[in-house]
């Protein structure tokens, strides 16, 4: 079958990349599982890290990856309803791992849940079929192929750190840094979802002013100034109660200086580099919450992809390429200059 295939560890990852049509298609579903035709699969950063090597992780090569697509069940393992089969579907690409606890372990009630990745631990989506666990799923009829591929892993992913751990409140204000990436875009679909009043910073003049035109309500040009002083200015002092930040080490330090008493900082991941600079002081006078978070659960995708199926959080899509055009699909990734997500089209 067709599928783009990594072919091995390099920087830049676009020219390691190809079409292939001699990839083996996917196994029999073993029991709980389906495979699924894809019609559009989208990318994240993570294929980046895939085309790049994962620092831990030991990668066999040539291999596939893709975190998110949407696709028709096409078979279904033993103990699946075959009610599933020729379904739209959507998946959550994080599979929880379970550890057997040992004799000795305390309990395990505060521990975070450990996930690995459909797309980076396994092979993914971007090839016409693959493989899912059906727990994983969730049905999409009727929605469009493009937009449900790009609403998966970062909706989720914004919905888990923002609403689960970050219990973000209707109304209350939201700094997102970075705007233009998927993760930050889709945390500000959910935040104009719930009503809040949403601050974005950007390098870019253009992806501002697109953010405005998704309804972020203030926007500012970040050329390294300390911008914390005009979210302070912006918010009449008060400062916002949470901050949604997947640059890292370039604006952490301005978010920690733009949170209200009580706010939270919530990250996802660290574009800039994970060695930032904080300010503790502010941290434990103005109680302020430090979250990290990744992926999400199954129950958290079902209830993201009712508020997709419902029309109240679209994906912002950049650009949709064709499956022969991979190796520019990759080069715009690595760009780092798309306003959300970039998508490949299978259905051509």
């Not at 078979?75 to 550890?99: C, F, S």
């Not at 930050?184 to 870019?204: D, E, F, N, Y």
């Not at 914390?228 to 301005?254: E, F, N, P, W, Y």
């Not at 949170?259 to 900082?265: E, H, I, S, V």
């Amino acid at each position: 079958m067709h599928a783009i295939v990594v072919s091995r560890q390099g920087r830049p990852v676009a020219p390691n990349v190809s079409l292939r049509s001699d990839w083996p298609e996917p196994e029999p579903p073993r029991p709980g599982w389906a495979v699924v035709r894809t019609l559009c699969s989208a990318f994240n950063h993570m294929d980046l890290w895939v085309g790049r090597g994962v620092p831990g992780l030991d990668l066999a090569y040539p291999r596939v990856s893709g975190c998110d697509a949407c696709g028709v069940v096409e078979a279904v393992g033993e103990g699946v309803d075959p009610k599933w089969i020729g379904r739209q579907v959507a998946y959550n690409a994080a599979l929880r791992v379970e550890r057997h606890p040992g004799p000795d372990e305390p309990a395990r009630s505060t521990l975070a849940p450990e996930y690995e990745l459909i797309g980076e631990h396994y092979f993914g989506a971007h090839s016409a079929k693959f493989g899912a666990p059906v727990e994983n799923l969730a049905a999409l009829h009727g929605c469009d192929p493009a937009e449900a591929a790009a609403f998966g892993l970062c909706s989720l992913t914004a919905y888990s750190m923002m609403v689960t751990k970050g219990d973000l409140r209707a109304g209350q204000s939201v700094l997102i840094t970075g705007i233009g990436g998927g993760v930050a875009t889709s945390a500000l679909a959910i935040a104009k979802h719930l009503g809040c009043p949403v601050i974005v910073t950007s390098r870019h003049q253009w992806k501002l002013d697109r953010a405005r035109e998704l309804g972020a309500d203030h926007a500012l040009l970040d050329q390294g100034q300390d911008w914390s002083r005009d979210v302070r200015a912006i918010t009449g002092k008060r400062g916002v109660d949470m901050a949604v930040d997947s640059v890292g080490k370039a604006t952490h330090l301005a978010c920690i200086k733009s949170l209200a008493r009580g706010g939270a900082y919530v990250t996802p991941g660290a574009t800039t580099g994970a060695d930032a600079t904080t300010d503790l002081a502010r941290i434990f006078w103005n109680q302020l919450r430090i979250l990290g978070s990744t992926m999400g659960s199954n129950d958290e995708f079902k209830e993201v992809a009712s508020l997709f199926r419902a029309g109240h959080i679209r994906p912002a899509i950049d650009r949709v390429f064709a499956p022969g055009d991979c190796g520019a699909a990759y080069e715009r990734l690595e760009q780092g200059e798309q306003f959300g997500k970039i998508v490949i089209d299978w259905r051509s």
